[in-house]
């Protein structure tokens, strides 16, 4: 599937969401991870070898949208997903924090679930930890709400139909 929407960004320039190339954007998306992800897990330890060791082996199963100014320049922001069956499972997403409160997150989830519902899936599912107000709130915004929160993870499961009831 090829995809590369240009978006007018702030500052005038053109920021693209485009398929993700592990070349230009595998080093920046780890350590987006790394730095803004990783801390807000209660599984998850910032210096766990063997969690940023799979990284690469994940992007591979799945799809991964980035924004970045350019073709070959690092991403701002990512989302990663899987489709699995009838369901759209979004594994992961990330916005730099300078570029945070620009929309990203907001038009890298329309990307996915227009992606979901051209493989026909009827739902999308996600987990977000407990201490991410700021993604919880977003994801209420998109459509999404909560359905069982998760003591032993510190998270909470979110589901959002893709097809009219």
């Known amino acids: 599937m090829q995809l590369a929407a240009r978006l007018p960004h702030r500052n005038g320039m053109m920021t693209m ?3 993700y190339e ?3 954007d595998e080093a920046e998306v ?3 991870i790394r730095t803004e992800l990783i801390p807000l897990s209660h599984s998850v330890h910032q210096l766990d070898a063997q969690t940023i060791r799979e990284l690469p082996k ?5 799809v991964t949208y980035v924004a970045a100014m350019s073709k070959k320049s690092a991403p701002i922001s990512f989302i990663h ?18 570029h945070r409160n620009r929309q990203w997150g907001k038009k890298l989830m329309a990307h996915s679930e227009a992606y979901g519902k051209s493989q ?25 709400y909560t359905v069982q929160y998760y003591p032993e993870l ?12």
Request: one cysteine or more; charged letters at 30%.
């Open 17 to 19: 969401i485009r398929l």
């Open 22 to 24: 592990p070349r230009y």
């Open 30 to 32: 780890v350590r987006l």
């Open 58 to 62: 994940r992007f591979r199963s799945g």
């Open 81 to 98: 997903f899987e489709v699995m069956g009838e369901v759209l499972y979004l594994d992961m997403m990330v916005t730099h924090p300078d």
């Open 120 to 144: 026909q899936c009827k739902i999308a599912r996600l987990f977000v930890d407990q201490i991410n107000d700021k993604a919880h709130k977003l994801y209420n915004k998109l459509g999404y």
């Open 154 to 165: 510190r998270c909470y499961e979110l589901l959002k139909p893709l097809t009219p009831l």
